[in-house]
Each structure stands twice: as C-alpha cells, then as structure tokens.
C-alpha cells in the first residue's frame, strides 16, 4: 500500500525533527509508540535503526511501515511524499 504524506504525518516528522537527536541519542530513548495520531502510531527501534510506525486506515486495517531519520529528513525537505507500507502481521 502507499501512502501518502499528509498533514497528519508531517507533524509527526516535525515533532521527530525538532528533538535535533542522532540516531544514537534516539536508540537510547527508544519507544514503540512515543508518536501517535489518529491514523499513526510508532517510535525509534534501536535494532532496526529506524522509526517503525503502524497506520491504520479509516477501515481499521493495520499496515507497517519504517524510515530512517535520514529518509524523514528528505521527506520533510521535499515537502511531499509516498511511503510503501506493508499489511501488518
């Protein structure tokens, strides 16, 4: 499934951005669900090295999906985006 970058997900990337931490700093505080909204739910996993979120879509269906803070860094300067998620399970 892709999806799309909107509104909703570029906040989250801000709140993400604006901690100015290294992935280093983000592995030691990681979280499975620091970031949430009403489609969003995720954090920094240190093994993977990278933001994994859960989006759910207005059926309730579950998809994965995961970044790293670099690719974060070239979605919020594009100003756009599409993200391959996954069926989760």
């Given at each position: 499934m892709n999806i799309l970058v909107t509104k909703e997900l570029e906040s989250?990337?801000?709140m993400i951005l604006l901690e100015d931490?290294?992935?280093n700093e983000w592995a030691e505080i990681?979280?499975?669900d620091m970031f949430q909204s009403k489609h969003?739910?995720?954090g920094f996993d240190a093994?993977?090295?990278a933001f994994c979120f859960s989006y759910y879509d207005d059926d309730g269906i579950e998809y994965w999906f995961q970044l790293s803070l670099s690719e974060i860094l070239v979605i919020?300067?594009?100003g756009s985006?599409?993200?391959k998620a996954r069926?989760?399970?």
């Open positions: 989250i990337f801000a931490k290294s992935e990681e979280s499975d969003f739910c995720g093994t993977e090295r919020v300067e594009q985006g599409v993200i069926p989760a399970g």
